[in-house]
């Protein structure tokens, strides 16, 4: 496929793999020789980073609750572009690594209206994954990103699922809610994730019983849990690993590799 500028959203109940799939994802499209990759680690219980082998340090929320304060301690004169400012502060603290960049969410400080400020931000993601060939995102679990429009701009969305019911229950919410805050993802398609082969056929009736489009299985695999113990990325794991294979055969279903 060679369409640029593609979202892809990973998303599902906690705990389901959704990072562990994204890190999977990415495998696949760096080792396909994929172009320019965006990597968004949205949940704010980050651990994508981990997965990956690397360490971050600053998030995308730090610099968001810095630039609230300083619009209301008035220290911008009206001038200023605060959109230049905030787009400036990201770029600094954007992940440079050799096959992808990474960006880092983090966690919203304390309550009240980030609302100008969120704006802001979507508007500098949006820029920011044009300049790239595909933005890959982990998102939080659950709904909550869909009310925020964390993924307003998404062209498929990858929701993960395994052999609980409840994961079922999540995805069929994410596809009825998007509808509902007018969210128009381009694709919606379905993975479910450390499923034993022998209940393949269970999981995708499932799927296809709640109207949702099956892309694949990834399997129990016995090497995700050992180089999560040893701290290793995931991005080592061998080409004959279960999930590796079978993380491939999904991008490539998918129409991204
Ligand atoms: N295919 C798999 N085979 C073996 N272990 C897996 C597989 N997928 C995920 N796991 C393990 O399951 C656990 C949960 O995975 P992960 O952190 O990716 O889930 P998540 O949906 O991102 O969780 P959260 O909702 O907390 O963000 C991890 O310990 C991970 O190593
Ligand atoms: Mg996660």
Known sequence: MNSEGVVVSVSGKGGVGKSTVAALILKALVDSGRGSILVVDADPDSNLADLLG?????????IAAKLKDDIAAGRFPPEFSKRDYFETRI???LHEEEKFDLLVMGRGEGEGCYCAVNDLLTSILDTLSKNYSITLMDM?????HLSRRTDRDVDIMVIVVDRSRLSYLTARRIRDLAKEVHIDFKRIVTVG???EPEFEEVVKKRVEEIGLEYAGLIPVDPNIASYDMEGRSLLELPESSPAVKAAKEITRRIGLT
């Open 140 to 144: 939080e679990a659950g709904l909550e």
């Open 91 to 93: 770029f600094e603290i």
């Open 193 to 195: 994730n450390r499923v």
């Open 54 to 62: 690397l360490e971050t340090s600053r998030t995308v929320a730090e």
